[in-house]
């Protein structure tokens, strides 16, 4: 097992841009707020040929019992009693507050080995700072900036006494590296679960990973980062990505809420599957249908899922009007999977899953030309293209070009002419004859370049 390290510290002190440093990506969110951090992201550092486990962790203070600021400071106690290693980090600008040395009492209590950083120690003011946290009893202090990544030699040398042996000479790392090159063969399938604000998104992870893993609870936006989660369902591995609640854009004016809107979407770029979670009491707002046409853009896979179905009463009625909405609202995912579930209650996440992959194997899937252009005779004589202009339209042949999301191409004549209306008909018709339910589809048209152009020959 690889060493874990967990970044203790007051709120506003540097713990996540230290994080983005030692993973080398800026992943975690970073404002001069405090309290930005909630829920608590690991990640895979690395200093030199040396690499370990990093757990960034929302700031600790002190709390009304219950309050939200209290349940993120349970999320970093659990992360800390989790840890081999504890990264205690100070402001030295700011010098030791009395939340700095509180904290510094539970760290002692909680017998983990540690190491003191003094943060933004540039210049004498920080200098001064660092010297300071002598008082804290916590070892050396070691001066530190993670904003210009001055210290990390400093740093290296604390760590080095709690790497194993068979790593101190790098060959541990030579082997991750070497074993990195060859694709793993049970590499984890990608699921992105979005939504609008306060549809139950954690909730819905927390019940799956069965504790409480992400911060809950009854006010709106407390998802901020987008969180990965490496899971396994029926032996099959799978990385889940919680994320912040996708508000109408014209409502966003705060910096904080842009951020986290863009980690979200840079989580529905890196997934192969999306679930877009709706409330099933409040389902298919404007919202709703934005969210599942932005991920339709992206290429991804869909699965819909109606949360929140335990509050449902006539449930029956209620699925099957759903499922007729989402055939007229979202013609480009036509056939999509709409799947009820609880996440408070546990039920249908068996369901859920399943349709997930299910929409992995569409999403994935290849057809021969062979087959494409027998099908395509059949479709040009049963409705052939319009003439535009007084110009007919010839097309030629079909093949596709690659999966992931579906991706085919038309060849033939004057297909630039060719009417929107018309290319709907041949993506509808692929995906019933050969079936890609509910997945984007894409079609490119291209066209040989003609001999009697003369302006081209000129050209």
Do not use: C
């Amino acid at each position: 097992m690889p060493l874990t390290a967990a970044i203790i510290g007051r709120p506003n002190v540097g713990k996540s841009t230290l994080f983005n440093r030692l993973v080398g990506e800026k992943v975690a969110l970073v404002d001069d707020r405090p309290g930005v951090t909630r829920d608590r992201r690991e990640g895979d550092a690395r200093i030199g040929d040396y690499r370990f486990r990093v757990v960034d962790t929302a700031g600790m203070d002190e709390s009304t019992p219950g309050s939200l600021l209290r349940r993120m400071t349970e999320q970093t106690e659990t992360a800390l009693n989790d840890a081999d290693l504890v990264l205690f980090m100070i402001d030295a600008r700011a010098g030791i507050l009395p939340a700095d040395e509180s904290l510094a009492r539970l760290v002692r209590q909680s017998g983990k080995p540690v190491i003191l950083l003094a943060n933004k120690a540039e210049g004498r003011r920080g200098e001064e700072g660092a010297l300071e946290a002598f008082v804290l009893g916590l070892g050396d202090p070691v001066p530190f900036s993670a904003e210009h990544g001055e210290g990390m030699s400093d740093l290296l040398r604390a760590l080095l006494p709690f790497f194993a042996p068979e790593q101190e000479d790098g060959e541990a790392a030579a082997d991750a590296d070497a074993e990195s090159a060859d694709p793993a063969p049970d590499k984890p399938v990608r699921v992105a679960i979005v939504g609008r604000p306060n549809t139950g998104k954690s909730t819905l992870i927390n019940r799956m990973l069965g504790s409480e893993r992400l911060l809950t609870g009854p006010e709106a936006g407390i998802t901020r980062d987008s969180i990965s989660l490496d899971w396994s369902w029926r032996g099959r591995a799978v990385k889940l990505f919680d994320t912040a609640g996708l508000r109408k854009k014209a409502r966003i004016d705060d910096k904080l809420e842009k951020l986290s809107v863009s980690d979200a979407l840079r989580a529905v770029r890196f997934a192969e599957v999306v679930i877009v979670l709706l409330d099933s009491e409040i389902s298919f707002e404007k919202q709703d249908l934005s969210i599942v046409d932005l991920v339709e853009s992206e290429g991804r896979a869909i699965v819909i899922g109606l949360n929140k179905w335990d509050l449902v009463a006539d449930r029956k009625g209620l699925l099957s009007e759903l499922r007729d909405e989402t055939g007229r609202l979202l013609p480009q995912v036509r056939g999509v999977s709409v799947v009820p579930v609880s996440g408070l209650a546990g039920q249908g996440i068996d369901a859920l899953m399943q349709a997930v992959f299910d929409a992995l194997e569409v999403w994935s899937k290849r057809v021969s030309t062979a087959r494409l252009n027998q099908w395509l005779i059949e479709a040009l004589e049963r409705n052939p293209p319009p003439a535009v202009s007084g110009r007919r339209i010839k097309i030629r042949y079909i093949t596709q070009v690659k999966s992931r999301p579906p991706h085919f191409a038309l060849f033939g004549n004057q297909l630039d002419a060719l009417p929107k209306s018309y290319s709907r008909y041949l993506i509808n018709g692929l995906r019933e004859t050969f079936g890609f339910p509910g997945t984007p589809i894409r079609l490119s048209l291209r066209m040989g370049a003609n001999p009697y152009d003369k302006r081209r020959k000129r050209g």
